[in-house]
């Protein structure tokens, strides 16, 4: 799988956007961009997932440049329960025997009041 | 939504003694859960892949006779770090993949297990 570059720290004030970034230069054509992202002590959370299209759930947006080789999550309206560490995952397409999620050391977002 | 349990959520044990993590899924059957280790101020580390009904898939360094992993049902996969010592104290987290998905999919979370050997 890609390896992914994130900024290890961010800060956002809360209410506004927050916008993750995410350099993965060598993903592969048939490699999918995954966010993930965990609270303190507890396990991962699923945000959201893309190919090549922007992606919109009730969560987040995810935007893919055109060349695939960087991503940006964004978090329209941050509340303080944001605050965690996000990652960002490039992984082919989930069939058996390749499922595995091979986590970076993420951004750790923290929400200011 | 997909639901995972663990338990218990915390665990302390005296070195030499042995442990057992539970993993569930609790509203979907899970052929395959696989099973993390996070350490202090670090990143999950992915340990093994377990399969229902078969032998679990450890990661390179993964010793597996310490690390003991069985996947007996499509529901619940159980991880025994057998003699533990204080090295092993970390953060345990399962996760585990909807039988029906196919294609493309999230994999679904536990809350984790802390375990603090002393």
């Known amino acids: 799988d890609a390896k992914t570059t994130q900024p290890p720290s961010m800060d956002c004030a809360e209410g506004r956007a927050a916008n993750l970034p995410c350099n993965h230069s060598t993903i592969s054509g048939n490699e999918y961009v995954y966010w993930y992202r965990q609270i303190h002590s507890q396990g991962p959370q699923y945000i959201i997932h893309?190919?090549?299209n922007n992606e919109t759930n009730e969560m987040a947006s995810l935007i893919i440049t055109e060349d695939r080789k960087s991503s940006t999550l964004i978090l329209p309206h941050a509340t303080l329960r944001d605050t965690a560490v996000y990652y960002c995952i490039v992984r082919v397409a989930a069939n058996f025997g390749n499922e595995k999620l091979t986590f970076g050391t993420g951004t750790r977002l923290t929400i200011i009041p | 939504g997909a639901v995972v349990s663990q338990h218990p959520s915390w665990v302390i044990c005296k070195s030499g003694t042995s442990v057992k993590i539970e993993c569930r899924s609790l509203d979907f059957q899970a052929t395959t859960m696989f099973w993390y280790r996070q350490f202090p101020k670090q990143s999950l580390m992915l340990m093994a892949t377990s399969n229902e009904g078969s032998k679990a898939t450890y990661e390179q360094g993964v010793e597996k006779d310490k690390f003991l992993i069985n996947h007996a049902s499509l529901t619940l996969s159980t991880l025994t770090v057998t003699s533990a010592h204080p090295e092993d104290s970390s953060f345990y987290i399962c996760s585990a993949r909807d039988v029906r998905a196919s294609g493309n999919y999230e994999q679904y979370f536990g809350p984790g297990t802390r375990l603090t050997v002393t």
């Open positions: 893309g190919l090549k």
